[in-house]
């Protein structure tokens, strides 16, 4: 399986810094069709999972534009270039390249 | 718009078997392939299994696999997880989520307890 792994595990950061998610992956996650299937995810305390990234650094509609993503091959992340009060909550990776399908750890972001 | 609303969920012993379901409206489930993903109290995301859009094929996270079952009737635009041999680490609230994980349920809780 591949494995994610997460760094930070947790993020304090000031109301309006920038805030960095870094996620590695045990192989590259490039498919055979040339695209690269790593998504990020917000949880949110009391809430689903939402999908904020797709495909290393498309952002879903509604994300705001201070998240993006980066990365290739085994080596991404996930920025927040201002951080607000109602980005609070746990991100995740998540590998959709590889079966089964798995995802990081998880960095919990909390306001300092 | 789309609407995923899982059930089913509740107390069960060790041992014991349940079955949860994820009703999908708001776009046609007949093309999408459909997971299940579970967060056990204080734990990360875990992905658990997927139907193929036609049923037609399923994968297992190897820590179910065996004892858990993925179905769907597309007739009735339903995803279903059927749970055996339930033990404590089983213990988790499950989404149901579309193919690309654009859109996830609320989440049903599944405790395993004696």
């Known amino acids: 399986d591949v494995v994610m792994t997460q760094s930070p595990l947790s993020l304090p950061v000031i109301l309006g810094q920038p805030a960095s998610i870094s996620c590695r992956a045990s192989q590259s996650l490039e498919y055979s069709d040339g695209n690269t299937y790593l998504y990020w995810f917000q949880l949110r305390p009391g809430q689903s999972p939402r999908r904020l990234i797709y495909k290393v650094s498309n952002r879903d509609s509604g994300v705001p534009d201070r998240f993006s993503g980066s990365g290739s091959g085994t080596d991404f992340t996930l920025k927040i270039s201002r951080v607000e009060a109602e980005d609070v909550g746990v991100y995740y990776c998540m590998q959709g390249t590889h079966w089964p399908r798995t995802f990081g750890g998880g960095t919990k972001v909390e306001i300092k | 718009q789309v609407q995923l609303v899982e059930s089913g969920g509740g107390v069960v012993q060790p041992g014991g078997s349940l079955r949860l379901s994820c009703a999908a409206s708001?776009?046609?489930?007949?093309?999408?392939?459909m997971h299940w993903v579970r967060q056990a109290p204080g734990k990360g995301l875990e992905w658990v299994a997927i139907?193929?859009?036609?049923?037609?094929?399923?994968y297992y996270a190897d820590s179910v696999k065996g004892r858990f079952i993925v179905s769907r009737d597309n007739s009735k635009n339903m995803l279903y997880l059927e749970m055996n041999s339930l033990t404590a680490e089983d213990t988790a609230v499950y989404y149901c989520?579309?193919?690309?994980?654009?859109?996830w349920g609320q989440g049903t809780l599944v405790t395993v307890s004696s």
């Open positions: 708001g776009f046609t489930f007949s093309s999408y392939g």
């Open positions: 139907s193929w859009f036609d049923g037609s094929d399923k």
């Open positions: 989520a579309r193919w690309d994980f654009d859109h």
